[in-house]
């Protein structure tokens, strides 16, 4: 996934002096900015403590055959794919299989070293930080990891290891900051795609099986998948849409997979994440066995390195991840002091008003908890 916008942890407070809208309010506004040609589909989802008040669809899905955008809806939702690896490291860690202060390189099967930095070794905690000195040289990253059409076709390990160790075909220092690693911040969605190959490296197993085994199967996410081969019947996937360069119309963007897949690539529904989000939230449902135990949580939320990012989840004043992507934006967040989440989709990527909406959907959600104390 794209360089997510940290604009987003200020969404929620700059609206707090605003009135609160009530829900007629919040669905015409959708309405009409739909019927302005602005945005073809969005999905949202309110809870409040632990109750899913409001999951929904509006727009479109498929503009041509008018087919309408749904909470049941499948879509790629970028960047929110990364707090699935956070999970899963978390419990990766409680088995015993991995610890977080370990060189990467104990798990690895090829080596990873900052060239720049030959003397410094990366840390399993680097890498779920964005704080690896591993950078998403942009040349190869947006040339090689994308494959529009399909499923892409090379494996995750072997497209890591000709990125990152001496000798790979896209090798270069440029793939390192000229920085400690720990001592700096740095997005880097191929650093979070080495954490999930380090899950594959311990388990045995692909990314997407460890998922759907852990994560998936126990939440009944029916309708989650990483790979459109993986989709039961791919016509509930949304099409994806950009704005002509007038931007008088909206144009289809082809679906597309990632070589990377773990740091975006996750397709799933507004129904089917909202069940992810409350039981990051609430632990429910309870499952016979926790995919994480709530030691392992606190954990996973509490940043290492500074106060805006954890592993993988982000932190400032709200807890969660956000997304962007070619015809994907995409917003997952909860606010644990007045227990409320919100979770927005759009089937675009040039939707001006997207942190406008969510704005609007927060504050629905806190007219919703007033109402019921």
């Not at 999970?87 to 015993?96: D, I």
């Amino acid at each position: 996934m794209r360089t997510y916008n940290r604009a987003i942890f200020f969404v929620f407070t700059l609206f707090i002096l605003s009135c609160e809208m009530n829900e007629p309010e919040l669905f015409n506004y959708i309405e009409s900015e739909i019927e302005s040609g602005k945005v073809p589909g969005i999905g949202l989802s309110i809870i409040v403590d632990g109750k899913t008040l409001i999951s929904k669809g509006f727009g479109y899905a498929d503009i041509q055959n008018r087919v309408p955008f749904t909470d049941s809806t499948v879509m790629n939702i970028a960047s929110i794919s990364k707090t699935f690896i956070g999970v899963s490291m978390m419990n990766a860690v409680e088995k015993g299989l991995l610890n977080l202060d370990d060189d990467i390189n104990k798990y690895l099967s090829f080596k990873v070293v900052n060239p720049n930095r030959s003397n410094k070794k990366i840390m399993v905690r680097h890498l779920l930080g964005h704080r690896s000195s591993i950078i998403d040289e942009q040349k190869i990253y947006f040339t090689k990891s994308y494959h529009y059409g399909g499923d892409a076709p090379t494996n995750l390990g072997d497209f890591l290891k000709n990125y990152l160790s001496e000798g790979g075909s896209n090798y270069s220092k440029k793939n390192f900051l000229d920085k400690d690693p720990g001592s700096e911040h740095s997005y880097s969605n191929i650093g979070s795609a080495l954490a999930a190959h380090i899950l594959e490296s311990i388990t045995g197993k692909t990314f997407n099986l460890i998922t759907r085994d852990l994560i998936f199967k126990p939440l009944n996410m029916k309708n989650t998948t990483w790979f459109l081969s993986e989709m039961k019947d791919q016509s509930r996937h949304a099409k994806l849409y950009k704005k002509d360069k007038n931007k008088s119309n909206f144009s289809e963007i082809e679906l597309y997979g990632l070589i990377t897949y773990p740091d975006g690539g996750l397709r799933t529904t507004i129904r089917d994440l909202t069940k992810y989000l409350s039981y990051i939230m609430y632990d429910k449902p309870v499952i016979d066995q926790p995919i994480i135990n709530k030691k392992s949580k606190k954990n996973m939320l509490t940043p290492d390195f500074d106060q805006d990012y954890a592993k993988f989840w982000d932190t400032k004043d709200y807890i969660g991840h956000g997304g962007g992507d070619p015809g994907v934006a995409t917003s997952m967040y909860f606010d644990p002091v007045n227990q409320i989440g919100v979770i927005l989709f759009t089937n675009t990527s040039t939707y001006d008003n997207f942190y406008t909406l969510l704005k609007k959907i927060y504050k629905h959600g806190e007219a919703l908890k007033n109402k019921r104390e």
